[in-house]
């Protein structure tokens, strides 16, 4: 197997979970050693699956922290290379200076993730991550005010700061350049 490190990001909406769950099945189907792992406060959908916001699923192992897949991977590739696949990765402490450290120990990474916070600046983990990325894919969703491709996520609902917040369409949309940074005139 050829070691690689999978980055999908882009806004909320955008596919990225549909893209690596589809990967993940490619390495299954090619009999590879897979770990689905998940934040523990993602409860959107389900408490033990990725879920995709069109209903496709797989089950995953709950994490805190990075540590935690590191301690699990650990336990259970029994040294032996395998594909470690993170959903969710902002919401995860420490889990790029993980996932960088299991690639260089020879595993294969996919994430996705939220590159921006809603108030634009960079996940520190997300942005960790970049240099080590053998491939980055961005999903873009649509506006779905202008219609046009989304690279950004607008929190309009909740709590008023941008830290992590968990929620769905009725907290976060997807805006294109003007929406979000407000030069829609």
């Given at each position: 197997?050829?070691h690689?490190?999978?980055?999908?990001?882009?806004?909320?909406?955008?596919?990225?979970?549909?893209?690596?769950?589809?990967q993940?099945?490619?390495?299954?189907?090619?009999d590879?050693?897979?770990?689905?792992?998940?934040?523990?406060?993602?409860?959107?959908?389900?408490?033990?699956?990725?879920?995709?916001h069109t209903?496709?699923?797989?089950?995953?192992m709950?994490?805190?922290?990075g540590?935690?897949?590191?301690?699990?991977?650990d336990?259970?590739?029994?040294?032996?290379?395998c594909?470690?696949?993170?959903?969710?990765?902002?919401m995860?402490?420490?889990?790029?200076?993980?996932?960088?450290?299991?690639?260089?120990?020879?595993?294969t990474?996919?994430?996705?993730s939220?590159?921006?916070?809603?108030?634009?600046?960079?996940y520190?983990?997300?942005?960790q991550?970049?240099?080590?990325?053998t491939?980055?894919e961005?999903?873009?969703a649509?506006d779905?005010?202008?219609?046009?491709?989304?690279?950004?996520t607008?929190?309009y609902?909740?709590r008023?700061?941008?830290e992590?917040?968990?929620?769905?369409?009725?907290?976060?949309?997807p805006?294109?350049w003007?929406?979000?940074?407000?030069?829609?005139?």
């Amino acid at each position: 197997m050829n070691h690689e490190f999978i980055m999908y990001v882009g806004p909320m909406f955008g596919g990225k979970t549909t893209r690596m769950l589809s990967q993940v099945e490619r390495y299954r189907y090619q009999d590879e050693n897979v770990f689905l792992f998940k934040p523990s406060i993602d409860n959107r959908f389900d408490d033990q699956k990725v879920m995709t916001h069109t209903g496709r699923s797989a089950e995953a192992m709950l994490v805190v922290d990075g540590w935690a897949v590191r301690s699990t991977i650990d336990k259970i590739s029994n040294n032996r290379s395998c594909v470690v696949a993170i959903d969710e990765a902002f919401m995860i402490p420490y889990i790029g200076e993980v996932a960088i450290d299991l690639f260089k120990r020879g595993h294969t990474i996919l994430v996705s993730s939220l590159q921006l916070s809603s108030d634009g600046s960079a996940y520190n983990e997300t942005a960790q991550m970049f240099p080590y990325a053998t491939a980055i894919e961005v999903c873009p969703a649509i506006d779905p005010i202008s219609k046009t491709a989304a690279y950004y996520t607008e929190k309009y609902g909740g709590r008023n700061d941008h830290e992590i917040e968990v929620g769905g369409s009725e907290m976060y949309r997807p805006r294109d350049w003007n929406g979000f940074f407000g030069y829609d005139g």
